[in-house]
């Protein structure tokens, strides 16, 4: 079983910078592609960054990209997000997600929730205007 726990969140100012960790049980984190979601109440929850099981490929929703970066340490079964420049829109519970399958990577294939199988309980970002 795939335990992923999320940590880092919080409440920050507009403008500033939060990083979010995600730490994986079992042994075959570095086969799987790894996803960040949020979601705000009464909304559907969105993608917002995937990286490829080796790191080697990352891809952002548009309203992220040149603000957010994620990554992973295959050694510490651990993916991160690092926002920068945060804005009031980006409030939402962040969670951490593993792919179903091993060995895939695409745009069209890591933004889509269904093509994950195991979730993190999420942490709630707060940004303040």
């Known amino acids: 079983q795939v335990q992923l726990v999320e940590s880092g969140g919080g409440l920050v100012q507009a403008g500033g910078s939060l990083r979010l960790s995600c730490a994986a049980s079992?042994?075959?984190?570095?086969?799987?592609?790894m996803g960040w979601f949020r979601q705000v109440p009464g909304k559907e929850r969105e993608f917002v960054a995937a990286i490829s099981w080796s790191g080697s490929s990352t891809y952002y929703t548009d309203s992220v990209k040149d603000r957010f970066t994620i990554s992973r340490d295959n050694a510490k079964s651990t993916v991160y997000l690092q926002m920068n420049s945060l804005k009031p829109e980006d409030t939402a519970v962040y969670s951490c997600a593993r792919s179903k399958g091993p060995y895939v990577f695409s745009a069209t294939y890591s933004d889509l929730l269904g093509n994950y199988a195991y979730w993190g309980q999420g942490t709630q970002v707060t940004v303040s205007s």
């Open positions: 079992g042994r075959t984190f570095s086969s799987y592609t």
